[in-house]
């Protein structure tokens, strides 16, 4: 079996998610970092918090990326409440394919339709 490349899942955590927030509450983005280092993310997978990926009208977002030869992916639309398991098993199928690029029908079905970008390998 070939050895994968690490992979860093990022979290926006300044996200409000368009819901006005107290200056004293957690945001949903760290709710939703919060709720990711609680899951069972694969060895390979370094969580990230991050502050502002600039999709603030999307909701949470977060970007898959890992190495020079991979595809890197930005999610939006994501809650702390219903989105971790999806995460979770789009950051493993991830980490499992060589260029980050999961075929389109086993990538999870969020992801299929909330992908808001895809930025190609630095090599490519």
């Not at 079996?1 to 979290?11: D, I, R």
């Not at 760290?30 to 502050?51: F, I, N, S, W, Y």
């Not at 029908?105 to 339709?113: A, D, G, L």
Request: negative net charge; aromatic residues 4%; proline residues 6%.
């Amino acid at each position: 079996m070939t050895e994968t490349a690490p992979v860093e899942l990022l979290v926006c955590t300044t996200c409000r998610r368009g819901l006005p927030v107290e200056d004293d509450a957690d945001r949903p983005g760290t709710l939703l970092h919060k709720a990711l280092e609680q899951a069972d993310l694969p060895e390979g997978v370094t969580l990230r918090a991050v502050e502002c990926l600039s999709n603030c009208d999307q909701g949470c977002s977060i970007v898959l990326r890992g190495g020079p030869e991979r595809w890197t992916f930005v999610y939006e639309n994501l809650s702390e409440v219903d989105h971790v398991d999806v995460i979770v098993d789009g950051a493993t199928k991830y980490l499992a394919s060589e260029d980050g690029l999961v075929k389109w029908r086993e990538r999870p079905e969020h992801f299929r339709k909330n992908c808001a970008s895809r930025i190609p390998p630095i090599g490519a």
